[in-house]
């Protein structure tokens, strides 16, 4: 029997509509509050526009944080445009919605994961192969140079909150995650 509804697309589109609503709420009025975002995309995707240098340290995933140091974001249907600092180096980045891999707003403990469009099903890295964060070392969204997998330093608002360096999942009880894989059928 065939999903004639395609519903995981269906829901998949809505999802990607979220983070582009955000986005675009974040372009016209800027952050609110405490408000602040780990964005990682597929670097791979066509259509993702980025400097060669930032493509082969990240060949495959990257993850940026809009919080202090961004400017210029613009939003469209298909995309978001935005320029970000990397070892105080500010560089332009381009990225197709359908180039996401997740989104996540640790202010309000709220995070999505997407899986590739298109093809196979992918399944989701690991959370010990995360990819490495770009993201507010000291107030700045400078690539972070560690091999391992980086976490972004805690600001004084997330100090309180022992378990940011863990993953969504991981986090307490009230954490708002939302993945795919809840809605797929089980074999």
């Given at each position: 029997m065939t999903d004639k509804f395609q519903y995981e697309t269906l829901v998949d589109e809505a999802l990607r509509g979220v983070v582009r609503r955000v986005l675009t709420h974040a372009a016209e009025h800027g952050l609110p509050g405490t408000h602040h975002f780990y964005i990682s995309f597929r670097t791979t995707e066509p259509?993702?526009?980025?400097?060669?240098?930032?493509?082969?340290?990240?060949?495959?995933?990257?993850?940026?944080?809009?919080?202090?140091?961004?400017?210029g974001l613009e939003v469209t249907e298909q995309w978001f445009e935005v320029t970000v600092s990397f070892n105080k180096r500010n560089e332009r980045l381009k990225v197709p919605f359908a180039a996401l891999s997740a989104f996540v707003d640790p202010s309000v403990r709220f995070g999505l994961q997407f899986e590739k469009r298109g093809g196979a099903t992918q399944s989701l890295p690991a959370p010990d192969k995360r990819p490495a964060l770009v993201g507010p070392a000291g107030g700045t969204s400078d690539v972070k140079q560690d091999a391992e997998p980086a976490t972004p330093a805690p600001t004084d608002q997330d100090k309180p909150d022992a378990d940011t360096d863990k993953p969504a999942e991981e986090k307490e009880s009230g954490a708002k995650v939302v993945t795919l894989d809840a809605f797929r059928k089980k074999p």
């Amino acid at each position: 029997m065939t999903d004639k509804f395609q519903y995981e697309t269906l829901v998949d589109e809505a999802l990607r509509g979220v983070v582009r609503r955000v986005l675009t709420h974040a372009a016209e009025h800027g952050l609110p509050g405490t408000h602040h975002f780990y964005i990682s995309f597929r670097t791979t995707e066509p259509g993702v526009e980025m400097p060669d240098y930032l493509r082969a340290k990240y060949a495959d995933e990257m993850t940026i944080v809009l919080q202090h140091q961004y400017w210029g974001l613009e939003v469209t249907e298909q995309w978001f445009e935005v320029t970000v600092s990397f070892n105080k180096r500010n560089e332009r980045l381009k990225v197709p919605f359908a180039a996401l891999s997740a989104f996540v707003d640790p202010s309000v403990r709220f995070g999505l994961q997407f899986e590739k469009r298109g093809g196979a099903t992918q399944s989701l890295p690991a959370p010990d192969k995360r990819p490495a964060l770009v993201g507010p070392a000291g107030g700045t969204s400078d690539v972070k140079q560690d091999a391992e997998p980086a976490t972004p330093a805690p600001t004084d608002q997330d100090k309180p909150d022992a378990d940011t360096d863990k993953p969504a999942e991981e986090k307490e009880s009230g954490a708002k995650v939302v993945t795919l894989d809840a809605f797929r059928k089980k074999p």
